[in-house]
Structures are given as C-alpha cells and as structure tokens.
C-alpha cells in the first residue's frame, strides 16, 4: 500500500471517527448524562464541602461532552485507519469491509471491555481524589497490556496456522489470550472505592450506559469506515472493464 493510500484512509478514517462520535455524543446524552446528574446529586447530598464548579453543569453536558467525545471520536478514528493499513491482507482474505469490521470489534474488545471488565467505569461521585493518579495509571496499563497481549495472539496464531489449521490456531490462540488476561486480572491490584450507600440500580445504568457509548462508537466507526475504505480501495466494475470492449461491440455490429 503506497503513501497517498494510506494518506487518504487516514483522512477517511478521522473522517469516520467524527460520524462515529456524533452517534456516540446522542448515546451519551440521552444515556450517560442523566446518570452523571444523579450520581452528582448523591454526592452534593452527602458532601460536607463543595467545591467551587469552574465550568457549569450546563456547559459540561452541552459544549464539554460534545467537545470530549468528538475529539476522542476523530482520534481514534486515525489510529484504527491506520491499524486497518496494516491488517488488510494480513489478518486473512477479507476485504475492506470485513476488515474494518475485525479491526474496530478487535479494537472495542482489547481497547474498552477487557480494561472494563478489570476496572469498571464510574460515576463521578465514586473515588477518592488523592488515588486518581494511581487509578489512572492503572486503567491505562490495562489497556496497554490488552492491546499488547491482543497481538501476541493474532502473531501466535498465524504461526500456528499451517500447523493446526486456521480454526484450531484462532481457537487456541484466543485460549492463550484469555489465560494472559486473566493472569493480568490475577496480579494487578483492585480498585473498589464505590460507597456502601452508593445505589447499585444507578452504577449499573452507569457503567451500561458506558458500554453502550463505546458500542456505538466502534460500531459506526466500522460501518462507515467500512464504505469509505471499499470506496477508496475497490474498483469499480465500469473502470475494471477491459478497454476495448466498446471498439469490439462496435465492430460485431457492424458484422
């Protein structure tokens, strides 16, 4: 795949990404914000001190999230472009579709879930401010070792391929995965800092609402990604046609 190939998926993929976002910004409107109000009336209900607000609530749930969760949408949309450059052809006879669809499901499951599963998202009143940093840094080296543990899968499986075959190589590669994440799961440290009063029915709507903002947005990613790279990369079939073709019809008529 030349340069400019790989310039116009990138531009495709950014592109994609902010369709994606603007799907994701109404999940999480219509979802996510309603749970943020009610998880921060819990804390102003049982706060001793409020803090000064920098920005209002208003502004966060308009200009704020839209802001957030474009952004991260076109982000994303470049890195996963790019990493369907280098997954076409190399993850097996798919085409264009059926690889940005591979690409963004891998990217959903290795980037969100499986750090999800591990560390769950939170509403804002949950946490203590003096752990953010060392929660923080532990969420993102979950996502690290995700991703990383993801391609060491996809690699040992192709090695095993003309040895097993393709279903038993995909099967025990994913076994593979699954044990490292576990091992993963096993040794880094728990974070539980929800409050014993906290309500479970609004963490949980939370923590759904969540996964249905990043469903959504890897999902469309994939979808319209999708359409553009086939666009792009697919030829159509009045330009594949032999030249000529016309003279030789012409040339039979005229017989």
Known sequence: MNSLSVRALLVRGMLAGLAAGLLALVVAYVLGEPRVDAAIDFEDAHAHEHGEEVFSRTLQSTGGLATGVLVFGVAIGGIAALAFCVALGRIGRFGPRATAALVSLGALLTVYVVPF???????????????????????????????????????????LAPRLGNWNATVVASAAFLVAVGLAYAFLPAVNEVPKDFPATLLWRFRLAALAIQVTLWAGFGLVFGYLAERLLVPKAAAAEPRGTGVDSKAAAAH
Request: charged content about 15%; cysteine-free.
């Open 117 to 159: 599963l591990k560390y769950p998202a939170n509403p804002p009143s949950i946490g203590d401010p003096d752990t953010i940093g060392k929660r923080t840094a532990l969420y993102f080296l979950m996502i690290a070792l995700s991703v990383l543990l993801a391609v060491a899968a996809v690699i040992l499986g192709k090695r």
